[in-house]
């Protein structure tokens, strides 16, 4: 049973950084592109990107270029997200994302992140 | 970016009404759009993928339909539990970009 845990709730100030983990379980860790998405509360879904843990390569949403540093370390299976520059904009619930084989539907999500940057 | 343009933004409904919503793609995706539903305080949950493929173990109330820019998602028979807000996604092309939403309320 594929499963992403994601880590727990960030407070953090404005103009500081938060790094946000997924650790997978259950499947190839480096077969699978992780993907992260948004979500203000109350609000729709943003897609921000993805980190290939297999090569590293890594695609960000213009958005999100500059605000959003994907890693992974296939060692422990865990894929990250570093937030950097934080403002009150960023605060939001964090979602990352697994597609399932032959489809890029998101079959598999964790139970996001919820990041409170506030003074 | 691909803008999905979905509507509407919401619904009042009642347990067994047929529910359809609408997603426009800015330019053609092909058959990759995708339908989520989310409850609050849940993470998403995928329904259907490639516009019309019913995900494992999701009811056959739910279905989807169209190509190229304009989608169509379906309950057929309302329940209490489909109170959620959904979502279309088009994964056709980097950056994948969701519609706004459709949330169901009760009448």
């Known amino acids: 049973q594929v499963q992403l845990q994601q880590s727990g709730a960030e407070l953090a100030k404005p103009g500081t950084s938060v790094k946000l983990s997924c650790k997978a379980s259950?499947?190839?860790?480096?077969?699978?592109?992780m993907y992260w998405v948004k979500q203000r509360p109350g609000q729709g879904l943003e897609w921000i990107g993805y980190?290939?843990?297999?090569?590293?390569?890594?695609y960000y949403s213009e958005r999100f270029k500059g605000k959003a540093t994907f890693t992974a370390d296939t060692s422990s299976s865990t894929a990250y997200m570093l937030l950097g520059s934080l403002t009150p904009e960023d605060s939001a619930y964090y979602f990352c994302?697994?597609?399932?084989?032959?489809?890029?539907?998101?079959?598999?999500w964790g139970q996001g992140t919820l990041v409170t940057v506030s003074s | 970016d691909i803008v999905m343009t979905q509507s509407p933004t919401s619904m009042s409904i009642s347990v067994g009404d047929r529910v359809t919503m609408k997603c426009k793609a800015s330019?053609?995706?092909?058959?990759?759009v995708d339908w989520y539903q989310q409850k609050t305080g849940q993470s998403p949950k995928l329904l259907i993928y490639k516009a019309s493929n019913r995900y494992t173990g999701v009811p056959d109330r739910f279905t989807g339909s169209g190509s190229g820019t304009d989608f169509i998602f379906t309950i057929s028979d309302m329940q209490a539990e489909d109170l959620a807000v959904y979502y279309c996604k088009q994964s056709n092309s980097y950056p994948f970009t969701f519609g706004s939403g459709t949330k169901l309320e009760i009448k």
């Open positions: 980190i290939f843990p297999g090569n590293g390569w890594t």
């Open positions: 330019q053609n995706v092909g058959f990759n």
């Open positions: 259950d499947y190839t860790f480096t077969n699978y592109y």
């Open positions: 994302a697994r597609h399932n084989s032959g489809y890029w539907g998101f079959a598999y």
